[in-house]
T-cell receptor
Framework: DAGVTQSPTHLIKTRGQHVTLRCSPI?????VSWYQQVLGQGPQFIFQ???????GRGNFPDRFSARQFPNYSSELNVNALLLGDSALYLC????????????FGQGTRLTVV | DQQVKQNSPSLSVQEGRISILNCDYT??????FLWYKKYPAEGPTFLIS?????DKNEDGRFTVFLNKSAKHLSLHIVPSQPGDSAVYFC???????????????FGQGTILTVHP
């Protein structure tokens, strides 16, 4: 069984640009969450989507947005990139909308220069 | 504010001995707790979890203890193996409902090194 898959695995962008990160959840999982992990810290919650509806939003600026598609895959978009957006972006999926055992992808390493 | 704290950035133990990783939380709304292990260049892998109605959960070499009155949980690994060397994160989940539905709050992580 395929786990959570994220693309791309690595990305380098310039300040001010826009980026789109993609996530495919485990088959049968309807909930997708996004986390940002900066070096030396634990993952920080950005968004959760369940059945294409936003169920939770963390303390991130409006430059961050996301959506979930009918096949439950998801995109995270970040506009007007800042150097501080450089981080590992993790996607997690759950079978239901309650986060019990969330299963994570390998992440997308974003570097903003 | 750091609602979930892992105060030990690193821990070093000998193979075969017990590893004890600690985690403290401040938010009384947390009712489900999880431990994740993370290797470099990989996403976090779920290890074990515990609901607030329990004080202990065991899965093979891994046991999680929860002390609700102290708002403290710990992960015991017995016996420790070199392959256990990784970063360990504790995470907490709030009661269902409201805008916090489904959100995991993570600690900063503890780097565990198990020496052969």
């Amino acid at each position: 069984d395929a786990g959570v898959t994220q693309s791309p695995t690595h990305l380098i962008k310039t300040r001010g640009q826009h980026v789109t990160l993609r996530c495919s959840p485990i088959s049968g999982h309807k909930s997708v969450s996004w986390y940002q992990q900066v070096l030396g810290q634990g993952p920080q919650f950005i968004f959760q989507y369940y059945e294409k509806e936003e169920r939770g939003r963390g303390n991130f600026p409006d430059r961050f947005s996301a959506r979930q598609f009918p096949n439950y895959s998801s995109e995270l978009n970040v506009n007007a990139l800042l150097l501080g957006d450089s981080a590992l972006y993790l996607c997690a999926s759950n079978q239901r909308d309650r986060s019990t055992e969330a299963f994570f992808g390998q992440g997308t390493r974003l570097t903003v220069v | 504010d750091q609602q979930v704290k892992q105060n030990s950035p690193s821990l070093s133990v000998q193979e075969g001995r017990i590893s004890i990783l600690n985690c403290d939380y401040t938010n009384s709304m947390f009712d489900y707790f999880l431990w994740y292990k993370k290797y470099p260049a990989e996403g976090p892998t779920f290890l074990i979890s515990i609901s607030s109605i329990k004080d202990k959960n065991e899965d093979g070499r891994f046991t999680v203890f929860l002390n609700k009155s102290a708002k403290h949980l710990s992960l015991h690994i017995v016996p420790s193996q070199p392959g256990d060397s990784a970063v360990y994160f504790c995470a907490a989940s709030p009661n269902a409902g409201g805008t916090s539905y489904g959100k995991l709050t993570f600690g900063q992580g503890t780097i565990l090194t198990v020496h052969p």
